[in-house]
């Protein structure tokens, strides 16, 4: 088990979300969720101007064992998006919580109540491994 950065949200889907200075949030997958995929092959990003709806479908990753749909935690317009993952997305393995971040968005409105503290994910992971 590795540690929670402490400066992230999380959700119950295993994706994280950072407030940044400007305003925008930073989204990626997890620590836990990168492991349970296993070593990630392909990465299909969002496209820069697009309108997301918290709990739609973001992005998508596939890795050797299975594809899985990544879900935006919240509302809100693509900023930008980690185009190295195109070449590498093996950086969701090895760095979830920093250059493997997915997707860079400016909120759309204040839906943010199932996000969970460090505290409350890592309950939430040891629950699932009960």
Same mark, same amino acid.
């Given at each position: 088990?590795?540690? /929670?950065? !402490?400066?992230?949200?999380?959700?119950?889907?295993? +994706?994280? /979300?950072?407030?940044?200075?400007? !305003?925008?949030?930073?989204?990626?997958?997890?620590?836990?969720?990168?492991? %349970?995929?296993?070593?990630?092959?392909?990465?299909?990003?969002?496209?820069? !101007?697009?309108?997301?709806?918290? !709990?739609?479908?973001? %992005?998508?990753?596939?890795?050797?064992?299975? $594809?899985?749909?990544?879900? $935006?935690?919240? %509302?809100? @317009?693509?900023?930008?998006? @980690?185009? +190295? /993952?195109?070449?590498?997305?093996?950086?969701?393995?090895?760095d979830p919580y920093g250059d493997g971040w997915i997707v860079r968005l400016q909120p759309g409105g204040g839906d943010d109540d199932d996000l969970m503290a460090p505290d409350a994910y890592q309950t939430y992971l040891d629950e699932l491994d009960d």
């Open positions: 088990m590795s540690e /929670l950065p !402490g400066d992230l949200l999380y959700t119950k889907e295993h +994706e994280w /979300l950072r407030r940044e200075d400007d !305003g925008s949030v930073t989204i990626g997958i997890t620590d836990h969720a990168q492991s %349970a995929l296993g070593d990630l092959v392909y990465v299909e990003l969002p496209e820069v !101007g697009q309108d997301l709806d918290s !709990g739609g479908d973001m %992005a998508v990753v596939e890795s050797v064992k299975a $594809a899985s749909d990544v879900f $935006a935690p919240i %509302a809100g @317009n693509v900023v930008s998006v @980690n185009e +190295e /993952l195109s070449d590498d997305p093996e950086k969701i393995n090895s």
